[in-house]
C-alpha cells in the first residue's frame, strides 16, 4: 500500500486545516482495513493523532486532539481526511498518513506496517 498525504499549510491560531491521504496499490485487500494519521514535532517522537477503521464509523483519538479533530474516510476513493479545527501552536507537526490491517496496540507505538510521507501543517499564534 502507497499514501500520499496533502493539504498540510499554514494557519493561524483557532483556524482549520483538512488533510488528506490517498492510498494506492493493495487498497482492495486488509492491509488499509484502519488508517490513521501520526504526528511529529520538532525534537519529540511520532505520537498518534486519530484512526478509522475499514467501516467508517469507528474511531479513536488522541486526548489532545478529541473534540477539536474529525477523521473520515471515503472506501470507494482510498482516502481518508483529518479536519483539524481550533487549531493551537502546539499542533505545529508534521503529519503522517498511515494504514495497518487491524487495530491494535501498534498503533499507540507507531509501529502500523504502511507510512506516507509527511505533510508539514504549521499554527501559528
Known amino acids: 500500500v502507497q499514501l500520499q498525504a496533502s493539504g498540510g499549510g499554514l494557519v493561524q491560531a483557532g483556524g482549520s486545516l483538512r488533510l488528506s491521504c490517498a492510498a494506492s496499490?493493495?487498497?482492495?485487500?486488509?492491509?488499509?482495513?484502519?488508517m490513521g494519521w501520526f504526528r511529529q514535532a520538532p525534537g519529540k517522537e511520532r505520537e498518534f493523532v486519530a484512526l478509522?477503521?475499514?467501516?467508517?464509523?469507528?474511531?479513536y483519538y488522541a486526548d489532545s486532539v478529541k473534540g477539536r479533530f474529525t477523521i473520515s474516510r471515503d472506501n470507494a476513493k482510498s482516502t481518508v481526511y483529518l479536519q483539524m479545527n481550533s487549531l493551537k501552536p502546539e499542533d505545529t507537526a508534521v503529519y503522517y498518513c498511515?494504514?495497518?490491517?487491524?487495530?491494535?496496540?501498534?498503533?499507540?507505538?507507531?509501529?502500523?506496517?504502511?507510512w506516507g510521507q509527511g505533510t508539514q501543517v504549521t499554527v501559528s499564534s
Open positions: 478509522i477503521k475499514w467501516d467508517g464509523i469507528t474511531t
Open positions: 498511515a494504514a495497518h490491517p487491524w487495530y491494535g496496540s501498534k498503533w499507540y507505538h507507531a509501529s502500523v506496517d504502511y
Open positions: 496499490g493493495r487498497t482492495s485487500s486488509s492491509a488499509s482495513a484502519v
